[in-house]
C-alpha cells in the first residue's frame, strides 16, 4: 500500500453558495479579530493592574492566551482558503492542525478544572487561600495543565501521523478534525479510536467532574452564609467561570453527539463554530461585563490612556 498517494486534503469548507461563504467570511474575520483583541486585552490588564495580581487572574491571563492560540490554529487558514478560492491543505499543515488543535483544546480543560479548585479554596477555605494558592502552586498547576494536554494527544497524535493516507483525500469539514481524517486512513483504525474515546472520557468527562465536585462545595459554602450581601459577592465570583464551563464543555459534549441522517456534516460544522469561534469570542466579554474588579481595571487603563494623550499634546 503507498502511504505517499496523498500530499495534501480538500476541506470542502462551509458552503458552496458564494454569496453566503462571502458573508461567512466576513463574519468570521471580524469575530476572529475582536476574539484576539478581547483576550490580548485580558491578558495585558491582569498583566498590568496591581490589584488584577490574585490567582483567579493569573489563571485567566494563561486561559485567554489558550483561547488565542485555539482559534488561531484553526480560523486563519479557513479564511485564507475562502479569501484565496482553493480548499487544499497540505498533509504536513493538516496534521499540525489537527495537534495544536486538540493539545490546545485538552490543556483548556485541565485549567477549567483548575480555576474551578481556585474557586474552591478562595470560598471554602479563605483564611488559608494565600497559603495553599501561592505563586509556586500556580505556575505548577498551569504546566501540569499543559503537560497533561500534550501528553494525551501526542500519542493518538503520532499513531494518526503515521497511518497511510491513499485517497480519497476529501473532508468534509473547514478544518482537519480527527473524525474525518481517520476515516480517510487506509487502515484499520479501530484501536485509535478506542484510545481516542478513552482520551476524551479522560479529559472532558474527568475534568468537568472535577468542576462539578468543587462547585456543588462550593455552593454548599456559600449558602451557610448568613447574610445575603455575603452570599451574592461569593456568587458573583463564580459566575463568569460557571459561564465560560457551560459554554466550553456544552460546545464539545455536542460535538461527539452527532445526529444520524444526512445533515451529520453541517451539525457537526455548526457546533465547531460555536466552540471555536462563538465560546472564545465570547469568554472576555463574559470576564469584562460579570466582573467589576476587571471592569475597575479597563475604566482605570482607559482614564490614564486618556490622561497621556492629553499631556502629550
Not at 468537568?208 to 465570583?237: D, M
Request: net charge positive; glycine share 6%; proline share 4%.
Amino acid at each position: 500500500m503507498n502511504s505517499t498517494m496523498v500530499r495534501e486534503f480538500i476541506l470542502l469548507g462551509f458552503t458552496d453558495n458564494h454569496e453566503l461563504e462571502l458573508f461567512i467570511f466576513l463574519a468570521l474575520s471580524g469575530t476572529y479579530t475582536l476574539t484576539i483583541m478581547g483576550n490580548m486585552v485580558i491578558i495585558v490588564i491582569t498583566l498590568v493592574d496591581r490589584h488584577l495580581s490574585t490567582p483567579m487572574y493569573f489563571f485567566l491571563r494563561h486561559f485567554a492566551l489558550l483561547e488565542i492560540g485555539f482559534t488561531t490554529s484553526i480560523i486563519p487558514k479557513a479564511l485564507a482558503n475562502m479569501a484565496m478560492g482553493h480548499k487544499s491543505i497540505s498533509i504536513s499543515g493538516c496534521f499540525t492542525q489537527f495537534f495544536l488543535y486538540f493539545v490546545l483544546g485538552t490543556t483548556e480543560f485541565f485549567l477549567l478544572a483548575v480555576m474551578s479548585i481556585d474557586r474552591y479554596v478562595a470560598i471554602c477555605n479563605p483564611l488559608r487561600y494565600s497559603t495553599i494558592m501561592h505563586g509556586k502552586v500556580c505556575s505548577l498547576l498551569v504546566l501540569g495543565s499543559w503537560l497533561a494536554g500534550f501528553i494525551l494527544i501526542l500519542g493518538p497524535a503520532v499513531a494518526l501521523f503515521v497511518m497511510p493516507f491513499c485517497g480519497p483525500n476529501t473532508i468534509n469539514h473547514f478544518f482537519c478534525d480527527n473524525g474525518p481524517l481517520i476515516k480517510l486512513a487506509c487502515i484499520n483504525t479501530s484501536l485509535l479510536e478506542i484510545a481516542d474515546f478513552l482520551i476524551a472520557i479522560l479529559s472532558l468527562i474527568g475534568t468537568l467532574t472535577v468542576t462539578i465536585v468543587s462547585y456543588v462545595n462550593i455552593v454548599s459554602s456559600i449558602l451557610s452564609i448568613p447574610s445575603s450581601a455575603g452570599r451574592q459577592k461569593a456568587f458573583s465570583t463564580c459566575a463568569s467561570h460557571i459561564t465560560v464551563v457551560s459554554i466550553t464543555y456544552g460546545s464539545c459534549i455536542f460535538m461527539y453527539i452527532k445526529p444520524k441522517g444526512s445533515n451529520e456534516f453541517n451539525f457537526s460544522k455548526s457546533v465547531a463554530i460555536l466552540n471555536i469561534v462563538v465560546s472564545p469570542f465570547l469568554n472576555p466579554f463574559i470576564y469584562c461585563l460579570r466582573n467589576r474588579q476587571v471592569q475597575d481595571a479597563l475604566r482605570t487603563a482607559f482614564r490614564q490612556a486618556v490622561g497621556l494623550c492629553q499631556r502629550s499634546k
